[in-house]
């Protein structure tokens, strides 16, 4: 069974058999709440990116280190985006992240999950205007849900957010739940928050 995680809250990110994990799944999805128009209920597209920002020491150090839909795979193979959703229709994972656990090279210690609304404040579009936005954690072999994060907090106002973070703590992984909101307007400067 799923642990459903609150702000703040960490796990250990093992099998439901208790065997360490090879491979993750990181699901990102979200719906463009929708607003009362003259002809019903209607939802403007709001282009969220997820990103993962791989870090040694807790910091980014190369921009090869930062897998998104402009850079799909991690050079080390270990990290590949699975590929752009503009819109956030649809059903279930808007975007995921593919995260092979055993091949990360070991001098990375964190792998930071975030997202930005493409082009926000050109937009005029924020967090405030989508709901359901969530990130869970998918066994890579057999696609059970490990743990999930319902992001429920009032994001009024605010264009990015650090979600989460996978982390090697003592020789296992382990996975935070941040939900931390910022007014950043693209990846590049969400990365600068750990470079």
């Known amino acids: 069974m799923a642990v459903n995680l609150v702000k703040g ?3 250990d990110l093992r099998k439901q058999d208790g065997s360490e994990l090879k491979n993750v799944m990181v699901g990102l999805g979200w719906d463009e709440a929708k607003k009362k128009g003259l002809f019903g209920l209607k939802g403007a597209d709001i282009d969220c990116d997820a990103t993962a920002l791989l870090c040694k020491n807790g910091r ?19 990290v590949r985006h699975m590929g752009d959703n503009l819109t956030g229709a649809g059903e279930g994972d808007d975007e995921q ?4 656990l055993k091949s ?15 082009k926000a404040q ?30 429920s907090e ?11 973070e996978l ?5 296992s992984w382990k996975f935070a739940a941040i939900g931390q909101p910022t007014r950043d ?4 400067e969400l990365a600068r928050r750990y470079i």
């Open 9 to 11: 809250q960490k796990v």
């Open 60 to 78: 980014v150090l190369d921009k090869n280190d930062i897998v998104y839909f402009g850079n799909l795979t991690h050079f080390s193979g270990a």
């Open 97 to 100: 992240i593919l995260v092979d």
């Open 104 to 118: 990360l090279p070991e001098d990375y210690d964190k792998i930071v999950f975030v997202v930005n609304i493409y």
């Open 122 to 151: 050109e937009r005029r579009q924020h967090f405030g205007m989508i709901e359901n936005a969530f990130i869970h954690i998918l066994e890579g072999d057999n696609g059970k849900e490990l743990c999930r994060y319902n992001l």
């Open 154 to 164: 009032n994001y009024d106002g605010m264009t990015a957010m650090v979600i989460a």
């Open 167 to 171: 982390y090697r703590y003592k020789g």
């Open 185 to 188: 307007n693209s990846i590049g």
